[in-house]
């Protein structure tokens, strides 16, 4: 069975587990994600971007943080090139994969990113993350700049794998990730 194989079965079980995640799981996901954030950084946060994600089904969603502080969300282009953008609840528009983001204009650069929050599909003991499969945020990741930023999965616990997940050669490991039943950062 070839990596692409095992990584398709792996992605079909873990969106299946994650159909099961309740509501009240994902809302205290939410929670820790912010009781995270206020433990370490309190009121000051230098003025710099957390970068987020637009939820998709059965997703934490962590826009409430832009009550607090500054977010950035994602904008998929051509050629697996992601940029992070800041937002500011205004007018979106989709990206090249459909999902709404911030207008290209509003680009960052990693300076401006204090850390990143990406979804899982799911994550394991080594911090390596099953995503949807396009890579985006690893190839983002290859930029030694972009890799010094805290990168930290979100999921709920139900989706934390106890075996190791298949791991390609351009996979590279999460600094964290957040459950509602642990912050593992």
């Known amino acids: 069975m070839t990596i ?4 398709y079965f792996e992605r079909n ?7 099961k995640s309740s509501a009240g ?20 946060f230098e003025q710099k971007y957390i970068g987020i994600y637009w939820p998709l ?3 934490v969603d962590l826009r409430s943080l832009g009550d607090k502080y500054l977010l ?7 050629n697996k090139n992601l940029l992070f ?3 500011d609840n205004k007018e979106l528009s989709k990206d090249f994969h459909g999902i709404l983001a911030p ?12 850390m990143m ?8 003991r080594n911090l390596i993350r099953l995503g949807y499969g396009g890579g985006y945020f690893d190839k983002l990741r290859e930029d030694k700049n972009w890799r010094s930023i805290p990168c930290i999965g979100i999921l709920t616990s139900n989706c934390v794998s106890d075996k190791l997940l298949t791991r390609a050669d351009w996979d590279i490991p999460l600094s964290g990730f957040i459950t509602e039943k642990e912050i593992l950062v």
């Open 4 to 7: 692409s194989d095992k990584k």
């Open 13 to 19: 079980f873990f969106k299946n587990l994650r159909k």
């Open 25 to 44: 799981d994902l809302r205290n996901v939410e929670i820790n994600v912010k009781t995270y954030i206020d433990s370490i950084f309190g009121k000051d």
């Open 57 to 59: 089904e059965n997703e």
């Open 72 to 78: 950035a969300l994602p904008r998929c282009e051509k």
């Open 85 to 87: 953008c800041a937002w």
């Open 103 to 114: 207008y290209s204009s509003n680009k960052l650069s990693y300076e401006k990113i204090r």
């Open 117 to 124: 929050f990406i979804p899982c599909l799911s994550v394991d």
